[in-house]
């Protein structure tokens, strides 16, 4: 099956590390007689952290459970200072499942936006 180009964002970062950013799931798979639906995959390609602000601030993300950053489940830029009205850039290849979330915050609440870029596909 072909995926689609998707993007999401900016969205504002707050100081909660544990903060669900991106989830896949579809929460009802009720469809049209026939035909089975699954849950939908992410393939992130690009993330960009965005600050607007004066003053260094930091991002840490991490991929797993709702809700958590247990360790393990580190994914990018952990406690990463992101310079003053300046921007982090990663670029890559990571499925993220219906049952995955990308997770994460900032050390300075709502200075940091982030915004990505992937595609998005069915299992």
């Known amino acids: 099956m072909q995926q689609r180009a998707f993007d999401f964002g ?5 100081t909660t590390l544990t903060t669900n950013i991106l989830n896949p799931n579809v929460t009802s798979l009720a469809g049209p ?9 992410i393939l992130l390609t690009h993330l960009r952290i ?3 602000t004066a003053s260094p601030a930091t991002v840490s993300l991490w991929i797993g459970a709702t809700g ?4 393990g489940t ?4 952990l406690g990463t200072p992101v310079p003053a009205n300046g921007a982090l850039d990663w670029y890559g ?3 993220i499942d219906a049952t995955e979330f990308l997770v994460g915050g900032s050390g300075t ?12 596909g069915f299992s």
């Open 10 to 14: 900016p969205v504002a970062l707050t």
């Open 93 to 95: 290849r990571i499925r």
């Open 33 to 41: 007689v026939g035909f089975t639906l699954t849950q939908p995959y």
């Open 109 to 120: 609440a709502t200075a940091l936006s982030l915004q990505g870029e992937g595609e998005i």
């Open 68 to 71: 958590a950053n247990a360790a």
């Open 74 to 77: 580190e994914f990018a830029w």
């Open 50 to 52: 965005v600050n607007k």
